[in-house]
């Protein structure tokens, strides 16, 4: 499976904006889609993931209530809206996916990944 990650950008303190995660190559049917991001210096972490058949998500606590994943069957595209955005979100942010419908916060399992998409939060 292909992914193709847009929507980064410079933001202020406070704003928002949506990253997406366009699939294609083959069906992405019981998969499980993730976002990660990757600060310079840090490790690359776990921010969001859904399942695609059911829509079950899952989020890391330090964007809980203020980002929120969704998927698009029609558009085979996966979405992420970041809200309340802190400097501390400041990533390049990548697409994810695992051959699984299971939830999994482990960088390694998963097998597919995009390209990234620089978010920059200014305070």
């Known amino acids: 499976v292909q992914l193709q990650a847009s929507g980064g950008g410079l933001v202020q303190a406070g704003g928002s904006l949506r990253l997406s995660c366009a699939a294609s190559?083959?069906?992405?049917?019981?998969?499980?889609m993730g976002w990660f991001r990757q600060a310079p210096g840090k490790e690359r972490e776990f921010v969001a993931s859904?399942?695609?058949?059911?829509?079950?998500?899952d989020y890391d606590g330090s964007v809980k209530g203020r980002f929120t994943i969704s998927r698009d069957k029609a558009q085979n595209t996966v979405y992420l809206q970041m809200n309340s955005l802190e400097p501390e979100d400041t990533a390049i942010y990548y697409c994810?996916?695992?051959?699984?419908?299971?939830?999994?916060?482990?960088?390694?399992?998963?097998?597919?990944w995009g390209q990234g998409t620089q978010v920059t939060v200014s305070s």
């Open positions: 994810a996916a695992r051959t699984v419908r299971f939830g999994s916060q482990n960088k390694y399992e998963y097998g597919y």
């Open positions: 859904i399942a695609w058949n059911d829509g079950l998500t």
């Open positions: 190559g083959r069906t992405i049917s019981g998969m499980r």
